[in-house]
């Protein structure tokens, strides 16, 4: 082997211009096929046959969304105080803008999330003071329609007393009807014998007329008396479709009632689901208590490790564009460490100071540096680090 390498040593020596141009060409040869047959550079690594990695490639293929990459974005006031409704609606439009960037499959606005986990909470709240309420409304409930019962109850009793009334009265008209009927065919052939006699001069034909207009007089009473009965009947009719309607309203009432009573223990059970949900997230926030601080989270399409970092420079493009009065931003590392090799230039000493897109401020820099999108108004320049 040493006589080998002394040999090879040798040669070079003596040619050495072509040993530097036979490893030119080989150089040059190895390039060129990798440029023209090899694939592109990625950060994405890849360990095949291990566990870990069969489990990354099992989420992309039956889980999709769980392999998604994520990056979160803080927003909060550079004077600590709670977010104004302006300042709400510029964050918002924002994230909006940024979410119709091509690789982003959603963004998470931090506003519309807190409120509707402070609605959902708000909702819990207000079902859990029902179950507690739940037990004396159905005992209410219970109570009023037994009253109803019980009304309707004796609704019915006073009714059969009016019909049993109403009926004896009706058969003392018609006995009184065929006792007037009587008298009066009785005193129209007096009246008629008399008149064919040629009799009607005598005391006995007047007397008949005097009679005659008692029982007509006694059949216009009659007839009162039997409009009377007439609308009392027809009242006993109403009554009773009254109490049919009120046995049927108090049934489907005692039914809706047992139904409650059946499902509230599931209620209660799913209530206390609820409740159990919401306090494994009790601490979770996505704006501050005091309205000062929101993080909103940018869903991509593919893992984090695969987003190109246009999409990613877009996308801090979208939200940082121009600043937003009184709203500081910070974009979380995951964002962020694939923008620190950008050529992108730093806006303002603010941004500098708050370190944002690894920014620093060079003290040194011509103090008319112009930086992406407006010029600097202060000594020196913001640069990348």
Same mark, same amino acid.
Request: charged share 20%; net charge negative; hydrophobic share 40%.
């Given at each position: 082997?040493?006589?080998?390498l ?6 070079s ?7 530097v ?13 990798a ?5 592109k550079?990625?950060?994405?690594m890849t360990l ?7 489990v ?7 889980f999709?969304e769980?392999?998604?990459?994520s ?8 004077d ?9 609606e510029?964050i ?9 960037i ?10 519309a999330t807190?409120a509707t986990?402070d609605e959902?909470?708000?909702e ?15 005992a ?5 329609i037994d009253?109803?019962?019980?009304d309707l109850?004796?609704?019915? %009793? ?5 019909q049993?009334?109403l009926?004896?009265g009706k058969?003392?008209?018609d006995?009184a ?10 005193v ?23 009679q ?45 009632l ?6 509230l223990p ?19 926030? %996505? ?12 869903m991509f399409n ?18 940082s564009?121009?600043p ?5 931003v910070?974009?979380s590392?995951?964002?962020?460490q ?7 230039d730093?806006?303002?000493?603010a941004?500098?100071?708050a ?25 020196g320049a913001?640069?990348?680090?």
């Amino acid at each position: 082997m040493a006589k080998f390498l002394f040999l090879l040593g040798k040669f070079s020596a003596k040619r050495a211009w072509i040993v530097v141009v036979a490893w030119l060409v080989i150089l040059a040869g190895v390039a060129t096929t990798a440029l023209t047959l090899g694939g592109k550079f990625t950060s994405n690594m890849t360990l095949e046959g291990t566990p870990a990695q069969q489990v990354i490639d099992d989420l992309k293929k039956n889980f999709p969304e769980a392999s998604r990459g994520s990056a979160q974005i803080v927003f909060h006031t550079s004077d600590g105080s709670a977010f104004t409704a302006t300042q709400k609606e510029e964050i918002t439009a924002r994230l909006s803008a940024a979410e119709e960037i091509a690789g982003v499959n959603s963004i998470i606005d931090p506003f519309a999330t807190q409120a509707t986990k402070d609605e959902k909470a708000q909702e819990l709240a207000d079902a859990q003071a029902k179950v507690d309420n739940a037990p004396q409304q159905m005992a209410d409930a219970q109570a009023k329609i037994d009253s109803g019962w019980a009304d309707l109850n004796a609704g019915s %009793v006073q009714l059969a007393s009016s019909q049993r009334q109403l009926t004896s009265g009706k058969q003392q008209l018609d006995a009184a009807q065929a006792e007037l009927t009587k008298n009066l065919t009785a005193v129209n052939n007096g009246l008629a014998q008399l008149e064919a006699a040629g009799m009607t001069g005598i005391p006995q034909y007047q007397e008949l007329l005097g009679q005659k207009q008692q029982i007509l007089a006694g059949q216009a009473q009659l007839d009162a008396k039997k409009a009377e009965l007439a609308a009392g009947q027809r009242q006993i009719v109403a009554g009773q479709a009254k109490l049919d309607s009120g046995k049927t309203e108090l049934t489907n009432a005692q039914a809706e009632l047992d139904k409650a009573k059946a499902e509230l223990p599931g209620q209660i059970e799913k209530l206390k689901w609820g409740q159990a949900l919401l306090a494994a997230a009790e601490d979770f926030r %996505v704006v501050s208590a005091d309205g000062s601080t929101a993080i909103a989270t940018v869903m991509f399409n593919k893992p984090l490790s695969e987003v190109e970092v246009s999409t990613r420079t877009a996308v801090a493009d979208a939200i940082s564009a121009e600043p937003i009065s009184g709203v500081d931003v910070e974009f979380s590392n995951d964002l962020m460490q694939s923008l620190e090799g950008l050529s992108r230039d730093c806006c303002n000493r603010a941004d500098c100071d708050a370190r944002q897109l690894g920014c620093r401020w060079s003290a040194a820099a011509d103090s008319t540096h112009r930086c992406r999108h407006r010029r600097s108004r202060h000594p020196g320049a913001c640069q990348r680090d």
